[in-house]
């Protein structure tokens, strides 16, 4: 059995006094896409978060095989597990040259770094423009793509994405995910993407799970979700 | 019964409780004077002077988040206002307060409207500026006919009225009783309104209560005035219980005390002003029984421990308690 | 006119102690976000320490930098142990502890060292430089060194790891984890390189000013003027305004009646609340551009 490359089990979270997650169980697999659904206020982000131990939950998450549960998130980064997340989490002081350097802070090859910054062009040719604005002047879009950017500065394994279409006009939202496809393809990298878009999602992923108030309603590969009109209609609303 | 009670205590909006809760400090605070020394009376009148300053500070800096360090000014020109008034002037000493009162909200509006420029660490410094200044304007020497430079000026207490068999300790105990509780009850209706509500909407996010039509340079410049007008009546009356007015009296320390009283009783809570003032006047004497050369050290540990065990001050504890015995008593 | 430019070279000496203590503000306003008002006081108390080995029989520089390893090191332990169980709570909050710090720092110097003033040496000499006794060697000495630690701290956040990572941790720490920066050390860093700096300011004062527990108060303001007319983000912007502070000072108490030693420090602080009406970042500072 080949083993999966994040796995959760029984996955509980509280804001406060109220159960947010209720037991949730997911595997994500190597090299492929996975994605998280559900309406707004369903725990999405809550379960990304868990992932990267930002969120304090009961249950076990395992990456590799290792136990990352209960870790600071700043150790579970290291481990290979990139987060881009909601409202991009940009430094926007910094400039965009800085961002993307930040991104690989951790890392020991200085030369490399340089190349990875070439590479991040070639995927978003914008950022190169604006390398020496400060962050906080770029379009929502071009945030977006500097996020991802930087994500992957961090030559991640697993790179988590909350809601990477939010505020983002169409056509952009387009362009960002035929980019995440070229990602995940040329530089195997797994990712795992929570949305609200159901439909852009689908599109994209392998594997999907659906969420709701908590919890998991459906799992399944995303084809079949998405060419079943009855479950399209009553989950997903299309 | 006992529930609703609970309930009614706990909720933010049910006036019962605090009905309930204004009783009760009535209650414990009418027969005081009689019961304890002459000095603890003094002291007691000073807690509630305090409690009315810190409450100043609390609507501008708990209620509509503008972080003010330089309270002890307007504290300052509330009590030479009332000592101007009384010693050069011959005015009433009731009659100061009023006067004081306005005289500091036109100040703490006009101080305002600059300020409103200025977030956060830039606005601190500028009150911070103010607090230390005021000390020394009260010292110019132009000003001494009007301010007895350093030596300021004595006030007499006054007697009390109509021939009440109380002494002048205990009579402005029951003066500034009065005051505080028409005070708070203001404050409390304040808050409730929708001016109110428009200080708490500035307070969590400028723009969008820009954006729904807060009218964000009059609204925070109004409570700069309220704000100063409430801790220059504070003032008015300190100066009239302490019997004397100087400028060292009023330096930044003060201004720091105020502080650390809002901090203690609770950002965001009117009752808490009440616990602030307490420690503000209390703890610091503690310290010193506890230490006589290290006072100071003692006093911020204190501090230190209460703000790790009670980050949302006495108020938020109490708040918690309360909380906690009605979920209990619901099961 | 001879007498404008001597106020203003006076002027610039004190100033030279403004921008020193100038510098430290700034830089734990880097590592922090916020303005720390026990700053002075943990100078002052380094500047203790050193007192206090230099007494031992300690020779000067080796008491110097014993002082900036222990500076450094109290001020990682006090972000450590002191600040970090209130990380998550309000601005409110890590102001008045920083008020408790205040309180107890300065009551521990006052029980240990008492109050009666002390003098401290200095390595530079006191004889006056430019004849007249407006500035002295250790004047200038003092401004040389601040400008030193200047590029020293221009170079380490601009062109090292570390301290961008550290500007990563003060800007946004969530987004700092989430690259993988270990936050709570960056900002014990921070409070340490403040201390260290501070601890210098303070050694550098205090032969001016004599050493006693309360030296640093209003030091402490004159240096808050400072940062802020230079701008709370550039560090080279509070050196300027520290200088400005003092030779503004300097030029009101010789020029403008009624402003003696009473108002000097009203003046100072008239300043920051002109500056910042006007040019609410600072001179120097950058400002900030936000989309909404």
Redesign the interface.
Known sequence: MSPMLLEAKNIKAHYGATQVLHGLDLAIAEGGITTLLGANGAGKTTMLRSV?G?VRTSGEIRFRGREISGK???DI??LGI??V?EGR??????TVE?NL???A??RGDKHEVAADVERVFGYFPRLRERYRQ?A??L?GGEQQMLAIG?ALM?RPQLMLLDEPSFGLAPLIVQEVFEILKRLNEREKVSLFLVEQNAALALDLADHAYLLETGRLVMAGPAREIREDENIRRAYLGY | MKQALLASLTSARAPYGRWLGFALVLLIALPLPFLVKNFFVFQLTLAMVYAIAILGLNLLTGFNGQFSLGHSAFYAIGAYTAAILMDQYGVAYYWTLPIAGVVCFVAGFLFGLPALRLEGVYLALATFALAVAMPQILKLSPLEPWTGGVQGIVIIKPNAPFGLRLNPDQWLYYFTLAVALVLFFCAYNLVASRTGRAMKAIRDNPIAANAMGVNLSLCKSLTFGVSAFYTGVAGALGGIVVQFVAPDSFTFGLSVALFVGLVVGGVGSIAGALFGAWFVLFVPNIAEHVSKGLAGAVYGIMLILLIYLMPSGFAGLLRLVLVRFASASRR | MELFLHQVLAGIATGGIYACMALAIVMIYQAIDHLNFAQGEMAMFSTFIAWQLIQWGVPYWAAFFVTLALSFAGGYLIERVIMKPIQNAPILSHVALFIALFAVINSLAGFIWEYQIKTFPTPFGTHPLFGVGLMSAHDAGMIGVTVAMLVFLYLFFRYTRIGLAMRAAAANPESARLVGIRVGWMLALGWGMAAAIGAVAGMLIAPVVFLEPNMMASILLYGFAGAVVGGLTSPGGAVIGGVLVGVIENLAGTFIPYVGRELKLSIALALIVFVLTVKPSGLFGRSVVHRV
């Open positions: 990267c930002m600071a998130t700043e980064v290291r990139a987060h997340p989490g940009t430094f926007v002081r910094l800085e350097h930040l991104g802070i951790t400060q906080g002047t379009s930087r961090l």
